[in-house]
């Protein structure tokens, strides 16, 4: 079962009613934002990145300067977590975010925000959606000897 307040389960929680998925998720970020953390999406684009695929992954992220530790949820599922994994940060192209468009929209809310992010090993896409906001991500995970833009 996905949950409805789940970014991937965007779809299914605006078709069982937009408005308590709403308030579920609200409810959540207040508290993991308190944490320093958030709900996001991250894929592959290019390369290789331990834990991560070329399929969205919808989990929780620690954030902090340099990187983000990810742990994706099963299916959306969030109690079915899986193992947390590190992504060190080495670049953001924060310039001109971009929203989902065509097969994206499939496991991305509409009003998402998506960046590239590049790693030792990978570039990737970060997607962040509402109630959360990139900018407030991004300025967390900035690399403090990293750089922007390409």
């Known amino acids: 079962m996905v949950d409805p307040g789940s970014i991937g389960g965007a779809g299914l929680g605006r078709a069982l009613g937009g408005g308590a998925a709403k308030v579920i998720v609200s409810r959540r970020a207040v508290k993991y934002l308190a944490m320093g953390a958030a709900e996001v999406s991250l894929r592959v684009v290019d390369g290789t990145q331990d834990g991560l ?57 509409a009003q998402c925000r998506i960046v590239p992010v590049r790693t030792a090993t990978a570039w990737l896409e970060l997607a962040v959606a509402p109630p959360y906001q990139l900018e407030w991500v991004l300025h967390r995970i900035w690399p403090a000897s990293g750089t922007l833009g390409r």
């Open 53 to 109: 695929k070329t399929a969205w992954r919808h989990g929780l992220a620690g954030l902090w300067s340099g990187g983000l530790d990810f742990a994706s949820s099963v299916g959306g599922f969030r109690p079915w977590r899986r193992a947390s994994v590190t992504i060190i940060i080495r670049e953001i192209v924060a310039s001109a975010p971009r929203t989902p468009t065509g097969k994206d929209l499939i496991s991305l809310d």
